[in-house]
């Protein structure tokens, strides 16, 4: 039966009973993807067995859908392979602090009928989930030893039986991802703010064009031509008050810029247009 045909036979009730539970904020094709991955496993998603959960790349840019099950899934999975014959509980060690610095679980999955232990080691550091103040959240400050255990065990399963697990992780090893870094957050809130800078440049007035002037010096310079024209415009409507040559000035020094140079990197140059368009767009606020 074909995925799409898997799709109709839940019936629309049921699709937007999981998007609204078990796969918030998917779309069409990505609840296809889900669901092709609920039927490649076998676990079933109105048993809240498998979830896709949407996160924030800042590789890419935009929330990525990974799909996340808990460890029990991971071992029904393993154990529907008819293959998998336990495991060994945890090893741990333990740092100073009372706290555990890796976990190691090893798998043992039978190969042409014979026990093979395929072990993996999860680290605390890398695990650990914490809160935004640095406290460990309530799962990983009760059960320290038990939740690293869970990620160790997940990553030994996963080397055992890559063919079945491979694109999906456990709520224990995802629960790091959750957590967002001030790095990250300072790279959302500068994209936001780009972003309503430049929908703001478009909605207001602008100065005219020079396109042939800033043609003519990006070939000399190097610049690229779009990117020179929209800082010629800028700098050209902070020049007409003396309020904007100031603010002009006090740009480019910040820049280091001496004479008629520009940055020369794509970031800096990035950096020094968005300034220049939150300058322009204030004075035209206020006029």
Same mark, same amino acid.
């Given at each position: 039966?074909?995925?799409e045909?898997?799709?109709?036979?839940?019936?629309?009730?049921?699709?937007?009973?999981?998007?609204?539970?078990?796969?918030?904020?998917?779309?069409?094709?990505?609840?296809?993807?889900f669901?092709?991955?609920?039927?490649?496993?076998?676990?079933?998603?109105? !048993?809240?067995?498998?979830h896709?959960?949407?996160?924030?790349?800042?590789?890419?840019?935009?929330?990525?859908?990974? $799909?996340?099950?808990?460890?029990?899934?991971?071992?029904l999975?393993?154990?529907?392979?008819?293959?998998?014959?336990?495991?060994?509980?945890?090893?741990?060690?333990?740092?100073?602090?009372?706290?555990?610095?890796?976990?190691?679980?090893?798998?043992i999955?039978?190969v042409?009928?014979?026990?093979?232990? $395929?072990?993996?080691?999860?680290?605390?550091?890398?695990?650990?989930?914490?809160?935004?103040?640095?406290?460990?959240?309530t799962?990983?400050?009760?059960?320290?030893?038990? !939740?690293?255990?869970?990620?160790?065990?997940?990553?030994?399963?996963? +080397?055992?039986?890559?063919?079945?697990?491979?694109?999906?992780?456990?709520?224990?090893? !995802?629960?790091?991802?959750?957590?967002?870094?001030?790095?990250?957050?300072?790279?959302?809130?500068?994209?936001?703010?780009?972003?309503?800078?430049?929908?703001?440049?478009?909605e207001?007035?602008?100065?005219?064009?020079?396109?042939?002037?800033?043609?003519?010096?990006?070939?000399?310079?190097?610049?690229?031509?779009?990117?020179?024209? +929209?800082?010629?415009?800028?700098?050209? $409507?902070?020049?007409?008050?003396?309020?904007?040559?100031? +603010?002009?000035?006090?740009?480019?020094?910040?820049?280091?810029?001496?004479?008629?140079?520009?940055? !020369? $990197?794509?970031?800096?140059?990035?950096?020094?247009?968005?300034?220049?368009?939150?300058?322009?767009?204030?004075?035209?606020?206020?006029?």
């Amino acid at each position: 039966m074909s995925n799409e045909l898997a799709l109709q036979d839940l019936g629309r009730e049921k699709l937007e009973l999981i998007k609204q539970t078990v796969a918030k904020g998917a779309t069409d094709l990505e609840l296809e993807l889900f669901m092709h991955a609920c039927k490649r496993t076998g676990l079933d998603p109105l !048993m809240k067995q498998m979830h896709a959960v949407k996160r924030w790349s800042a590789a890419d840019k935009r929330e990525v859908m990974s $799909f996340q099950t808990g460890i029990d899934g991971y071992r029904l999975i393993a154990d529907r392979t008819e293959k998998y014959a336990g495991s060994d509980e945890p090893v741990y060690e333990i740092g100073p602090d009372g706290l555990p610095i890796k976990a190691t679980a090893t798998v043992i999955k039978l190969v042409n009928g014979v026990p093979r232990n $395929f072990s993996a080691s999860a680290y605390w550091k890398e695990y650990a989930q914490k809160t935004r103040e640095g406290q460990l959240t309530t799962m990983w400050a009760k059960m320290p030893l038990h !939740m690293l255990g869970k990620c160790a065990e997940a990553l030994a399963l996963r +080397k055992a039986f890559p063919a079945e697990l491979s694109g999906i992780y456990t709520h224990e090893e !995802m629960m790091q991802a959750d957590e967002e870094t001030p790095a990250q957050r300072v790279l959302k809130n500068k994209m936001t703010a780009q972003a309503k800078i430049e929908e703001l440049r478009k909605e207001l007035p602008q100065a005219p064009a020079q396109p042939a002037q800033a043609e003519a010096k990006s070939a000399d310079s190097g610049y690229d031509a779009e990117w020179l024209s +929209k800082v010629m415009d800028a700098e050209d $409507f902070l020049r007409n008050s003396q309020v904007g040559k100031g +603010k002009l000035a006090a740009i480019r020094a910040g820049f280091n810029l001496t004479g008629d140079a520009y940055p !020369m $990197f794509p970031d800096a140059q990035a950096e020094y247009l968005s300034i220049l368009n939150q300058n322009v767009n204030a004075m035209q606020k206020h006029a």
